[in-house]
């Protein structure tokens, strides 16, 4: 089978016995997830070389080319897919950030302008907004009539959008907002379209009137003439060349005096009449804000998907060549394979496993995403574990994919390090995603801070005697580990032997206690000293918040692995096929030690694992490892990526042929 086929049913698998081999092709259908055809038409369209990075351009023309590639993207309808159908959209928001995903294997600039344009500056419109707002705005940012740029981030501000300084001031005599930057560290940063196409920009600012602020709002700001002179009032700077993400147009804007209609704030949230009252169906300033920036999760969501594709990308590119690429005499004269080399299956298959955990778990956060987002499933309550959710993955599946497209680099030697592989520049442009809609560390304290939220809900409904009960079971489960008895006790389970360690460490209920020991234990250890009480200042609670904050986002990046194991375990459960399951479960086995081994230090201080249970993780992993081995190839040819989407030497059989020639020559 060539690289190119669209089967991937491999030439390994058919020689392999039929009956008792797993069927690829049904990982391949579980892999694209609920919006199959969806992204089988991405895929197909991102084939297209029009679309395709071209690695000699300078900056200027690199942005040129991908805002012109925009009019492709909307021409072939699929932009359109998330707006109502007035808009010549389906309301499919599920389906939108599927396609947008898979614009990575194209080009990350194109696929980030995208977002810009439709998923952040259109988007704000149609959620933020109103009829008057989609009636006189969003067809015009659709069709790409007026490229705009959403105007929230500033210079000195970052992620913490509720301090932004930039100020929206209503003038009721004009009817009129007055936008201010008071001070350079107000200035709007890194704003996409904003250095060059943008005409208009969703502009946040704090909202005064009448002398009183109501926090953080969004405006419809023209920035812009048809030339591409700014109005007046309005100044900024391009952001330069960056270290990645080069085809998108960063830049700065800042405001003096620039006045627009009142009917210009998006008013969903927040609306002010015409003398000047405010008025707004959300009463708490709290909550309205979040509600506000929950309707611009999809950039979370969509981030994390698209971080995984990199790492997909990589990982199909790195496993061909080490299949191929032959190093090093073995024990039978011959040159051995890469991919036999033990530690090249550790530093590439456990990576592996943890795309495949990723994929099935983006899948299940888009589905969350569809339901609240087409209104079938919408509440308070829905859209705060949605906006958990999408922070948890989002941090995971980016750092995840940082990490795997660097080891896969470094697993190809200098072959990986040219061009055109690829590694070098997919790390380049997907380096900020860690730091994007929501910086990894502040998304995963939000993440901890709801785990801390709901021990003490748990702890309120259970009453006080049920607190009592909980607290003294968590302690004397912690005494009883303390003392040895949960590791007595793994001991009796296996045996006392190492295989029956790793049996143990093979059923899923054991990895789900350790998964979920991780975080809970975690939390239940940091809640007592960040809990508010009498004598208490917030100067000392911010210091203790300080001296828990490590452990803290360690226990909500455990978290966001749990999620992924669950849901992991979902698909191999799904699993009719008894040796597709198999392997599945192998997989998912792989995923799980290694989130475990990471941990092994914290489980072997709080004896949560036996000495000898955590030495047979190791051992474990590495024979699973062992196991994997011979399907390691399917299994990232089951990702479905053909040699037009990796456009890598590497990885088009080329290695294949070197060695055959080598071989034949000897």
């Known amino acids: 089978m060539t690289v190119d086929s669209m089967s991937v049913t491999t030439t390994t698998a058919t020689a392999r016995s039929g009956a008792q081999e797993p069927d690829f092709d049904r990982i391949h259908d579980g892999l694209l997830g609920s919006w199959k055809d969806v992204r089988l038409a991405a895929r197909a369209r991102t084939l297209d070389p029009a679309l395709h990075r071209q690695d000699d351009l300078r900056v200027a023309d690199h942005r040129a080319r991908v805002t012109a590639q925009l009019q492709v993207l909307l021409d072939s309808g699929a932009v359109r897919l998330p707006f109502p159908e007035q808009f010549g959209g389906a309301g499919d928001a599920g389906g939108n950030l599927v396609a947008f995903e898979e614009l990575v294997t194209a080009d990350p600039s194109l696929q980030i302008k995208a977002g810009v344009q439709w998923g952040l500056f ?35 501000h970052g992620s913490d ?31 996409g379209n904003a250095a060059v196409d943008a005409r208009a920009a969703v502009v946040f600012a704090q909202l005064e009137t009448r002398g009183e602020r109501h926090g953080v709002h969004a405006f419809y700001v023209p920035i812009r003439d048809a030339s591409g002179a700014f109005l007046p009032g309005v100044g900024g700077e391009d952001d330069g060349p960056k270290g990645g993400l080069n ?25 002010v009449a015409p003398d000047g009252t405010y008025s707004s169906p959300i009463a708490s300033p709290g909550r309205r804000f979040f509600t506000m920036l929950g309707t611009l999760v999809q950039g979370r969501v969509s981030l994390a998907g698209a971080a995984n594709t990199g790492a997909k990308i990589a990982l199909q ?17 011959d040159e051995e394979v890469l991919l036999d080399y033990p530690q ?21 956060l888009l589905l969350d995403f569809h339901r609240v987002f087409t209104g079938e499933h919408d509440t308070d309550e829905s859209r705060q574990e949605l906006e958990n959710f999408a922070a948890a993955a989002k941090a995971e599946a980016t ?41 990894n560390t502040v998304l995963l304290q939000l993440v901890g801070k709801r785990l801390l939220t709901q021990y003490g809900r748990r702890l309120k409904a259970a009453g006080p005697a049920g607190a009592a009960r909980i ?13 040895g008895l949960a590791a007595l006790a793994q001991r009796v389970a296996d045996g006392g032997t190492a295989a029956g360690a790793a049996r143990s460490l093979r059923e899923p209920a054991v990895q789900e206690r350790l998964l979920l020991d991780r975080v809970e234990l975690a939390v239940a250890e940091i809640a007592p000293a960040l809990r508010p009480g009498p004598g208490v200042s917030p100067a000392e609670l911010a210091a203790r918040f300080g001296d828990h904050q490590h452990a803290l986002i360690e226990a909500a990046r455990a978290e966001a692995r749990l999620r992924q194991w669950r849901a992991f375990t979902r698909a191999v459960e799904r699993e009719t096929d008894a040796p597709t399951k198999a392997l599945l479960a192998l997989v998912r086995d792989v995923f799980a030690l290694t989130t475990i081994e990471r941990d092994l230090g914290w489980y072997l201080v709080r004896r949560r694992l036996s000495v000898s249970r955590a030495k047979a993780v190791t051992r474990l992993l590495d024979a699973l ?42």
């Open 122 to 156: 259109a988007a704000a419109i149609l959620h933020l907004g109103t009829r008057y707002h989609h009636e006189h705005f969003l067809a015009d940012a659709i069709e790409l009539q007026t490229f705009g740029g959403f105007a929230m981030t500033e210079t000195g």
């Open 161 to 191: 959008v509720a301090s932004i300084a930039t100020t929206a001031t209503y003038d009721p005599e004009r009817q009129e907002f007055v936008l201010d930057t008071p001070f350079r560290a107000a200035w709007k940063d890194y704003i």
């Open 247 to 271: 085809g998108v147009d960063n830049g700065r804007l800042h405001f003096s005096g620039v006045r627009v209609p009142r009917q210009n704030l998006l008013d969903r949230y927040g609306e």
């Open 317 to 333: 590119i790195a496993v061909t060549y080490a299949a191929q690429r032959r190093q090093f005499a073995g024990a039978a004269g």
């Open 344 to 364: 090249h299956q550790r530093r590439l298959l456990t990576r592996l496993a943890g795309v495949y955990a990723a994929t099935y778990t983006q899948d299940e």
């Open 399 to 439: 750092w995840h994919a940082l990490d795997t497209i660097q080891e896969c680099r470094e697993a190809c030697g200098g072959a990986g390090f040219l061009a055109e592989n690829r590694f070098g520049q997919l790390h380049a442009d997907l380096d900020v995603y860690a730091t994007f809609e929501g910086d």
């Open 471 to 483: 607290v003294a079971g968590r302690a004397a489960s912690t005494a009883a580990a303390t003392a």
């Open 625 to 666: 490892v062992r196991r994997m081995r011979p399907h390691a190839v399917d299994l990232v040819q089951a990702f479905g990526y053909e040699q037009g989407h990796l456009r890598a030497a590497i990885a088009s059989g080329a290695e294949a042929e070197r060695q055959a020639e080598a071989r034949a020559a000897r």
